[in-house]
């Protein structure tokens, strides 16, 4: 306690940034202009106002409106699914794609590995409209099939974006591969498979983690390609908020934003975990 | 103890692309034999490990394992394990795990396996070590388990790679002894690759020294020191003053270089084959040259194995280093050409004896230079 009084109390050191004026200010405006907001939208969740506008009371009464609104269920119902699916099919693809970008030398490589990262590059309004376009004129996609597979649009779209990622994550962490660990399970006895499954993907593995759950988080909260793609029967979660909010900002939208932000958070939070743990293990076992 | 060869490269050559990594070589080794290639990097010698791993395909030539040409058979299926320069100890497995890859991959049963694993731990020193992590253990450990997970399989040859090269100084020491003590114990022929001269005279039973892909010489360590066959062994293997010249006196027992490098010529104590006028390099290593006090007015001191005039020469010490045990000394001979000589100091006043810029004889026995036809 005194100790702290007398830091207090001496200038600044050098590199002691966060004890001057500037990065403090830059960090009171970070604060207010990104977290307020959200968390203005947190508290008016728990508002017992209809119109939201100032604050009336505590109230669970909106997430209890959120949970029985069943339109907005089937959106949740449908976001997720379409993040599950496009998610296992863009770990799946992304890895093949970090393996062959990895391993092998081919013509045109360059070429490749410039296309993979245009999703990222693509404006996604551009994405969108493309995807539009192409669910349109070139491949219809039949809408009266039965759930889940008149999401079929969606989730392609879905796969189209977010497996570039994937592939670049995971591209990211096979660098890392020390060739040695490869040659020593060969040299003792093991044939492919086995390298693959007992070496490469235990180096693999935390790349495969925090590209899957980019990928399902991307998919989860994307609203501009899905408004292009989606259908009257076909809403996701975010396509639904956003109709929601045309007609008026009650505290059920509020409280369904916090549901995906809590998720995105919790996701993120694992993703993060996972990651470190690996990457220190790894660090300190050469 | 018998001498059975138990690889043998025949006519191996490995290009890659235009460069050539390996050129014919011809190389026989012994079963029980600590065997070193030894050359500065990219001489070819990692690639010839390589190879006789399985790793990389000769592109001309045969290698014999026990008689039997693997030169087509891959890796896995080779009676041949391999230290890794960096290890490449598994890093998600437990020690215990790593040991008993190989025994898993393999098939053997899981009693066995775990004897097996104890075993080889505690002939590398590490028992009770099995539940650990390889992040929670120093490089040297590391390395220890690596020898053991290759051990564990009781290969025909054990392949090291550079095994010292990632230790520090002191480590580096006291490795040397131990694989040479574990070789003798486990009795398996280790063939190691290194570019560490000191490493390879220390450990190995016979080395070869590579440069350009070609074998230069094959012999053991002391041959190699004293008798080297080229410049390029003389030179690579410890220190060296070379001094060129033609070969003007070659009887049976005798023979007599004149060199221009320096104002006498050297008596050599046997015949060298050679015509008359041959161009040739005389080789004398530091430690062999002695250094004499030289007091104005009296005369060169003359070596009981060489005639009078032969083997001395005037010179002024114009650099000292001084490393403790021994020092060396930068000579200037009469005509300007430097020797490097060195003395060890055998009494605490010996440092004190010879000064800098102090005229001195230089002198060596007839027996000490080393002729060299390459």
């Not at chain 1, 005194?2 to 001496?10: A, K, V």
């Not at chain 1, 209809?50 to 339109?71: C, H």
């Not at chain 1, 008149?150 to 060739?179: D, E, K, P, T």
């Not at chain 2, 221009?260 to 008359?276: E, K, N, R, S, Y």
Request: with cysteine; proline share 5%.
């Amino acid at each position: 306690m005194s100790e702290l009084r007398i830091r207090d109390r001496t200038p600044p050191g050098p590199l002691e940034y966060l004890r001057r004026w500037p990065l403090r200010l830059w960090l009171a405006a970070v604060a207010v202009f990104l977290y307020a907001p959200l968390i203005t939208l947190m508290v008016f969740s728990f508002n017992n106002s209809k119109r939201n506008i100032v604050w009336r009371g505590f109230t669970l009464d909106y997430y209890v409106a959120a949970f029985q609104d069943s339109d907005l269920i089937a959106a949740f119902g449908n976001s997720l699914t379409i993040a599950f699916i496009s998610t296992v099919v863009s770990v799946a693809l992304g890895a093949l794609t970090a393996m062959l970008l990895w391993r092998f030398r081919f013509p045109g490589k360059t070429l490749f590995e410039g296309a993979l990262s245009l999703p990222i590059v693509v404006p996604e309004i551009c994405m969108g409209v493309a995807m539009l376009v192409f669910f349109t004129q070139i491949m219809p996609w039949p809408t009266s099939l039965p759930w889940p597979l008149n999401l079929g649009a969606i989730i392609i779209s879905h796969i189209s974006f977010s497996f570039s990622f994937v592939a670049i994550v995971i591209r990211a962490r096979l660098a890392s591969f020390n060739r040695e660990l490869e040659e020593a399970a060969r040299d003792l006895g093991a044939g492919e498979w086995r390298i693959f499954r007992d070496v490469i993907l235990p180096h693999m593995t935390p790349g495969l983690v925090a590209g899957g759950l980019l990928a399902f988080t991307l998919s989860l909260d994307d609203f501009v390609i899905t408004f292009f793609t989606s259908g009257p029967d076909t809403t996701t979660f975010p396509v639904k908020v956003y109709s929601m909010v045309r007609f008026s900002v009650t505290p059920e939208v509020n409280a369904a934003s916090t549901i995906l932000i809590v998720i995105t958070v919790a996701l993120t939070f694992i993703a993060l975990r996972l990651q470190g743990n690996d990457v220190a293990r790894n660090a300190a076992g050469g | 103890m018998t001498s059975k060869t138990i690889i043998r490269f025949e006519n191996v050559t490995k290009r890659f692309g235009k460069m050539v990594a390996v050129d014919k070589v011809d190389l026989s080794i012994e079963e029980g034999e600590f065997f070193a290639l030894l050359g500065p990097s990219g001489c070819g010698k990692t690639t010839l490990l390589r190879m006789l791993a399985g790793f990389e395909t000769p592109t001309e030539g045969r290698i014999l394992i026990d008689g039997q040409d693997v030169s087509r058979i891959p890796p896995n299926r080779r009676p041949v394990n391999m230290v890794f320069q960096s290890y490449a100890v598994f890093p998600h497995m437990t020690v215990a795990d790593n040991v008993a890859y190989g025994l898993v991959v393999d098939g053997v049963a899981k009693a066995e396996r775990d004897r097996r694993v104890e075993e080889a731990l505690s002939l590398v020193k590490l028992d009770g070590f099995g539940e650990r992590k390889p992040d929670q253990m120093s490089g040297g450990q590391r390395q220890r388990v690596a020898l053991a997970r290759a051990l564990v399989k009781r290969p025909r040859v054990l392949l090291l790679d550079e095994p010292l090269s990632a230790l520090d100084a002191k480590l580096r020491e006291a490795m040397r002894s131990e694989l040479a003590q574990l070789q003798e114990k486990v009795g398996i022929t280790f063939l190691m690759v290194t570019h560490d001269q000191d490493e390879a005279l220390a450990m190995a039973s016979r080395c070869a020294v590579m440069n350009r892909g070609l074998l230069q010489q094959v012999a053991t360590p002391s041959d190699l020191y004293e008798y080297p066959n080229s410049r390029f062994v003389a030179d690579f293997i410890g220190q060296v003053n070379l001094f060129d010249g033609k070969l003007t006196v070659d009887e049976p027992d005798h023979a007599v270089v004149t060199t221009t490098d320096l104002p006498t010529p050297v008596f050599l104590d046997h015949g060298v084959t050679g015509a008359h006028g041959t161009d040739l390099w005389v080789a004398l290593r530091p430690e062999k040259i002695e250094l004499h006090k030289r007091i104005e007015g009296q005369a060169a001191p003359v070596m009981e194995d060489a005639p009078a005039g032969h083997n001395v020469v005037a010179g002024i010490i114009r650099h000292i280093v001084y490393l403790g045990s021994e020092s060396t000394y930068d000579v200037e001979l009469e005509g300007g050409r430097h020797v490097r000589a060195l003395r060890s100091n055998l009494t605490r006043r010996d440092q004190e004896d010879l000064t800098w810029d102090e005229p001195v004889w230089v002198a060596w026995h007839a027996c000490s230079p080393a002729v060299l036809l390459s």
